[in-house]
């Protein structure tokens, strides 16, 4: 790229600060427009073909290299290396042969003879290295000749540029210059996996690539400005759910290990070491950590046969998606895990995704848990009619800057009146997402279009025939095929594995539909379940003020932790797959229940939906409408199955083809 060659034909004369300055201007405004790429990449969890997973049964490979760029790198050397001996760490340290600086024979072998790797760092570190075939060959030599002096096996390149079919000219095992996702980079383009993979060599020697698969340390403290590891630890936590490798990439030289330095030169070394401590602690045992050069060997030996192929090649990386813009406003707890697939299949397919959410009801606590970036917009205004729809009106006045400014084609949502209203009054078309038919939506909060389940009749719904979309199965087939099961839950929550467990959510009371006789049937079986020996209860109450409530109201439910309440927002999936029955007032809740084969009970007592009538016929809801209905609710422990036979239906794909049709047809309209 021209950009990226006049950049580095300067950059000698350009002074650190101004460099960084730069990127940094760069990269905030490059922050808002990949939300949805970084730092997950969707599909990037998606093992190769036949892989084996990992040695001894690990639910994960964890991976540390440090890049050592300069003289001030080189003297934090054994400091950093002492840490992570401290914590039971061994990383990879990669020296630059040609650079401003020499490293030492006694500080490899230090390293060598304590656990640690040495691995080559590019050969002057100047972002020549790839400016042509020829110069890449010539360079090629010295690389493999540090290769042999220093017994290493690693390769990695300077500012992560990589062109992998010319590192075959290289005496490597493997090469560690590219990354699942970082839009960030000089050379954004990623290799969308987290997991190794084998670049195979027309002479068939070929090497393996391990892309680092956690933000670098520069990117997050000094270029973005974060000031916690909490992106970190969130990532971490998804590549452990999916069983990839977390490998990091951090640099001693930015690490101040005395405190006061600027935080535009250095970040305090604390966030790396509470970092170390997090992944010891939370995943203790279940984990492999090995330096790369043991993840390489693995690799390229425990299926020689057929080792695992590098990833087909893909098209570009897709940034500002299409130019077409899509608004979905996150605006209760279901719509988290509902629009987390959607959002990414649709930058999948290019097209740039503005998210909202309402600080409600745990709404952008979950958003965060799944990465998804939202702005904070508006709360709940509680259970008063009047207050509500002032409420709903004002937020539609707080999301206004949003919507002029990012100039969306269409709104989606699954029941935001808000923002309906807002794209009514600016001539926004809007799309929403319906799967109860007796939600009232008065004149002004009527949607453009309307999508809901198969089984709703289109007379139930809002819209004419002619803007109904119909999807096949109920809108939890969205996500739950993708359910990933943690089995650390039941141990952070201090549940007995020989406990009956009962989830229970408590009726909205809060709700325009909400009927008083659903709290007499919620009540009855709360005395049951907790007069009964062995039933432990997980209570999730809609909010802080209903579980205040219900703490003040029924003692006597919570003594000996009969019931228990979650401190923060718990992925609702595990929860129910490690519980032996559901009982809710809430219809998603019971769905995501059915979806999953756990046996779920309805409380709620308004009118019954198509959906749930439907799951109700084939067995997988049972609706409670008596108090005798509570008294025969079954209080025993179910057999659990392995969550991997769950069916996936092709909801998803049918959700995303009609989002994009109507996109596509108001598109051409505008």
């Keep these: 790229m021209l950009r990226n060659k006049l950049y580095y034909a300067i950059k000698p004369v350009l002074p650190v600060p101004m460099r960084r300055g730069v990127r940094r201007w760069f990269a905030v405004r490059q922050r808002r427009k990949v939300g949805a790429i970084w730092p997950i990449f969707p599909g990037s969890e998606t093992p190769p073909p036949g892989w084996p997973g990992w040695p001894e049964g690990k639910k994960f490979a964890f991976v540390l290299t440090h890049d050592v760029e300069g003289r001030g790198g080189l003297e934090k050397c054994r400091r950093l290396m002492e840490l992570e001996m401290k914590w039971g760490f061994r990383s990879s340290f990669n020296f630059i042969p040609e650079g401003d600086y020499k490293v030492s024979k006694e500080l490899r072998d230090h390293l060598v003879s304590s656990g640690f790797e040495v691995g080559v760092h590019d050969l002057y570190h100047d972002g020549k290295l790839y400016k042509s075939r020829a110069a890449f060959a010539a360079s090629a030599a010295g690389i493999n000749r540090y290769l042999r002096q220093w017994d290493a096996v690693g390769f990695r390149s300077a500012f992560m540029h990589h062109n992998l079919p010319w590192l075959h000219d290289l005496n490597i095992s493997y090469d560690a210059s590219t990354f699942d996702t970082d839009p960030f980079e000089p ?92 992944v010891g602690a939370k995943y203790k045992g279940l984990f492999w950590h090995v330096t790369p050069r043991d993840v390489a060997a693995w690799v390229r030996t425990h299926t020689p046969a057929a080792p695992l192929a590098h990833p087909p090649a893909s098209a570009p990386l897709v940034v500002k998606g299409s130019g077409k813009k899509i608004w979905i406003d996150l605006d209760n707890t279901p719509h988290v895990p509902l629009f987390a697939p959607v959002v990414h299949e649709l930058s999948r397919r290019g097209y740039e995704v503005v998210l909202t959410a309402r600080d409600a009801f745990q709404v952008c606590e979950l958003a965060a848990k799944k990465n998804l970036h939202c702005l904070k917009i508006g709360r709940h205004h509680g259970k008063n009619k009047f207050l509500k729809v002032a409420g709903l009106f004002y937020r539609a006045a707080q999301l206004a800057p949003v919507a002029l400014r990012e100039k969306p084609v269409i709104g989606l949502s699954h029941g935001s009146r808000s923002q309906i209203i807002l794209c009514n009054l600016l001539g926004i078309p809007t799309i929403l997402m319906a799967d109860y038919e007796f939600a009232k939506y008065p004149p002004l909060m009527r949607p453009t279009w309307e999508m809901a389940p198969e089984v709703i009749p289109d007379a139930a719904l809002s819209c004419p025939s002619d803007r109904i979309k119909k999807y096949p199965g109920i809108k939890e087939d969205i996500y739950v095929p993708d359910f990933r099961c943690d089995p650390n839950l039941p141990g952070e929550l201090g549940l007995d594995p020989a406990s009956i467990v009962a989830v229970v959510r408590p009726p909205a009371t809060e709700a325009h539909y909400h009927n008083p006789e659903a709290e007499k049937l919620f009540a009855r079986f709360m005395d049951r379940a907790c007069s009964t020996e062995g039933v432990r209860v997980v209570l999730l109450p809609r909010n802080k003020k209903q579980g205040d409530a219900i703490r003040s109201s029924s003692p006597q439910w919570f003594a000996g932790q009969r019931t228990i309440i979650p401190k923060g927002a718990v992925d609702g999936l595990n929860l129910i797959w490690h519980s032996d029955l559901v009982v809710s007032g809430g219809g998603t809740m019971n769905r995501e229940a059915a979806a999953l084969r756990v046996p779920v009970y309805s409380v709620f007592r308004g009118k019954i939906g198509a959906v749930d009538l439907q799951l109700q016929q084939e067995g997988r809801l049972i609706l409670v409408q008596t108090l005798e209905d509570v008294d025969r609710i079954a209080l025993t422990r179910r057999a659990r199955s392995s969550p991997d036979g769950l069916s996936s239906p092709p909801t998803l794909a049918r959700v995303v083809d009609h989002i994009i049709d109507v996109v596509e047809n108001c598109a051409a309209v505008s």
């Design 187 to 278: 050379q954004p383009d990623s290799v969308r996996t987290i997991f190794p993979f084998w670049v195979p060599a027309p002479n068939q020697r070929g090497y393996v690539e391990l892309p680092y698969t956690l933000p670098q340390d520069s990117t997050l403290f000094l270029i973005l400005g974060e000031t916690d590891g909490d992106i970190w630890r969130k990532k971490l936590d998804w590549i452990a759910e999916h069983g990839g490798m977390a490998l990091i990439d951090s640099h001693p030289d930015y690490m101040d290990f005395s405190g006061g330095k600027s935080p535009l030169q250095e970040y305090p070394v604390s966030l790396y070491d509470e970092f170390l401590q997090y």
